[in-house]
């Protein structure tokens, strides 16, 4: 990864992964949140969560992948071992167990997809917020946020047997979840030591200040929403927030889930 100074804040620093091409300040990501969180976000509240309060237990940190991680102390029979792991089973364990608590936010590079939809909205109301990666940076209140080390990165779906650095748990899910096309912010204290109490401290300040005019570039309304709804919740947001006008879109897949 590497700095890019987006928060003028000394304190401060964005650590963005390069090494992915066309991956950079510009990739459009999309977020998809029910519409109580797109209020918050109006409201220039932005919400962050744990890691411990993710559906998948490993990528919460709450359950080892035991059979996974193993593999990374397994050789070949025949084979020399020539490149030594930098790290042993009981710190890949401690490094599950204490990234519970990290601060992350997830993003997706799925515009308007039907499984994205489904799985991150409930009920007929959802939201999808179109921004890119340099404008979630850029619409922190640099006054109030504490200082992080804030790093984005895709998602990597090839397990945890190929582990060079322990740190790579953090960016690591299985296969399965391939089709989420993940893009993840991960918010990093470096004053904080890895100790219980600590940790905690961290997950309680989980809410930035966030200027939403400048995080959001499109919004578009769930598809499943019924009858005239959509158009009616478009015209009342754009009579309430001036920088929505123009930005407010229909989700192209609303003809084809039509719901009276």
């Not at 650590?15 to 109006?42: C, P």
């Not at 930098?86 to 499984?115: G, H, M, V």
């Not at 809410?207 to 005019?213: A, G, L, Q, S």
Request: charged share 25%; glycine share 4%; hydrophobic share 35%.
């Amino acid at each position: 990864m590497v700095k890019e100074n987006l928060i003028k804040q000394a304190q401060t620093e964005f650590l963005i992964n390069t090494s992915v091409k066309d991956f950079n300040s510009n990739t459009k990501i999309y977020r998809y949140i029910d519409f109580d969180s797109f209020l918050q976000i109006l409201d220039g509240k932005f919400y962050v969560s744990t890691k411990k309060q993710f559906s998948d237990c490993y990528d919460a940190g709450k359950e080892i992948p035991i059979k996974d991680i193993s593999k990374n102390f397994l050789m070949v029979c025949g084979e020399k071992q020539t490149n030594l792991k930098q790290y042993t089973i009981s710190e890949l364990r401690e490094a599950f167990k204490n990234s519970q608590n990290y601060l992350a936010s997830c993003w997706t590079l799925s515009k308007d997809n039907i499984l994205m939809w489904q799985a991150y909205t409930h009920g007929n109301c959802g939201i999808c917020i179109e921004s890119t990666i340099g404008n979630v940076i850029a619409s922190l209140d640099s006054k109030s946020i504490k200082p992080y080390l804030i790093c984005c990165s895709p998602m990597y779906y090839d397990g945890y047997s190929n582990l060079t650095e322990v740190e790579e748990i953090l960016l690591k899910k299985l296969n399965p979840y391939r089709g989420e096309a993940e893009i993840r912010f991960y918010f990093l204290s470096g004053k904080v030591k890895s100790n219980t109490k600590d940790l905690d401290a961290i997950a309680k300040n989980n809410v930035f200040e966030i200027k939403p005019e400048v995080l959001i570039d499109n919004v578009f309304l769930s598809p499943f929403m019924r009858g005239n709804s959509a158009k009616l919740l478009k015209g009342n947001l754009k009579e309430c927030y001036d920088f929505l006008k123009g930005h407010i879109k229909i989700s192209e897949l609303s003809s084809q889930y039509l719901i009276l």
